[in-house]
């Protein structure tokens, strides 16, 4: 088993800064990449930024500039700056793990925890 528990959303004015952070635990494994999507209400979930195990991160356009993707082993931050009212949704973590025991790499997911940015 795997866990992926997240923290550090709340509520923001624009223009506001966050960071959000991710802890994976649990059965052996090695990471193949972690990254953070979001899901706006009425809306299908989106691709924010991942980071691979070789360090090369990727953003979506939206976030370019603003938003800073970290990793420390397994744990992994979202540095968000200059929020905008359009960032407001819950955001997710996800990783790519290679699990020694399965032998087999899989998705995870995190809670998902709700960023909120006031006009």
């Known amino acids: 088993q795997v866990q992926l528990v997240e923290s550090g959303g709340g509520l923001v004015q624009a223009g506001g800064s966050l960071r959000l952070s991710c802890a994976a635990s649990g059965s052996p494994f090695s990471i193949n990449s972690m990254g953070w999507y979001r899901q706006a209400p009425g809306k299908q979930r989106e691709l924010v930024t991942s980071i691979t195990s070789g360090g090369t991160t990727t953003y979506a356009d939206s976030v370019k500039g603003r938003f800073t993707i970290s990793r420390d082993n397994a744990k992994v931050y979202l540095q968000m700056n200059s929020l905008k009212p359009e960032d407001t949704a819950v955001y997710y973590c996800?990783?790519?793990?290679?699990?020694?025991?399965?032998?087999?790499?899989?998705?995870?997911w995190g809670q998902g925890t709700q960023v909120t940015v006031s006009s």
């Open positions: 996800n990783a790519n793990l290679y699990i020694l025991r399965l032998r087999r790499a899989d998705d995870y």
